[in-house]
T-cell receptor
């Protein structure tokens, strides 16, 4: 069974740029959730995707957007990057009917 | 937004000691999850709880879903050096319907240090 994978591992961008992060869900999982984890904090829910549609969103502005593909993999896009967007971005996959979410290793984004 | 109050913030213990940490909230949760996160990695699921009063074990770890559905605790018995890490509680709110389905609210974490 393949676990959740994310790419890239690390990324450095400058303010105003755009970034795309990628996630492959665990085999058999049809739901993907994205979280932002600032240093020293717990993860904060960004949004969740099921059947290629956004299914719930946390307190993040519209410049955070996402996609889910037919194979259940997902992308997180962030436009007009700000310094405060520097964080570990975590992807978690799950079954639609279950609350247990399994996390990938994360992408460390640094905005300069 | 909703918050989970997790305590203690950090613990320094000797190898072999037992550990207890907990999470409380003013809101009712229908699911409690406990995760462990090592530096530079994603959280790893340890235990999932679905019913009020439920007590579940996973090896040396035991967690309980509080009767009021507003709290949960995690115990680690006979700690070993590899227990070092950050432990997070996470919950899903009850009664919010499909719009928050799957949204997990996390505590601030408990940093555990185990001295050999």
């Amino acid at each position: 069974e393949t676990g959740v994978t994310q790419s890239p591992t690390h990324l450095i961008k400058t303010r105003g740029q755009q970034v795309t992060l990628r996630c492959s869900s665990q085999s058999g999982h049809n739901t993907v959730s994205w979280y932002q984890q600032a240093l020293g904090q717990g993860p904060q829910f960004i949004f969740q995707y099921y059947r290629e549609e956004e299914n719930g969103r946390g307190n993040f502005p519209p410049r955070f957007s996402g996609l889910q593909f037919p194979n259940y993999s997902s992308e997180l896009n962030v436009n007009a990057l700000e310094l405060d967007d520097s964080a570990l971005y975590l992807c978690a996959s799950s079954l639609r009917s279950r609350n247990e979410q399994f996390f990938g290793p994360g992408t460390r984004l640094t905005v300069l | 937004g909703q918050q989970l109050n997790q305590s203690p913030q950090s613990m320094f213990i000797q190898e072999g000691e037992d550990v207890s940490m907990n999470c409380t909230s003013s809101s009712i949760f229908n699911t409690w999850l406990w995760y462990k996160q090592d530096p530079g990695e994603g959280p790893v699921l340890l235990i999932a709880l679905y019913k009020a009063g439920e007590l579940t074990s996973n090896g040396r770890l035991t967690a309980q879903f509080g009767i009021t559905r507003k709290d949960s605790f995690l115990n680690i018995s006979a700690s070993i050096p590899s227990d070092v890490g950050i432990y997070f509680c996470a919950g899903q709110l009850s009664g919010a319907g499909g719009t928050s389905y799957g949204k997990l609210t996390f505590g601030q974490g408990t940093i555990l240090t185990v001295h050999p």
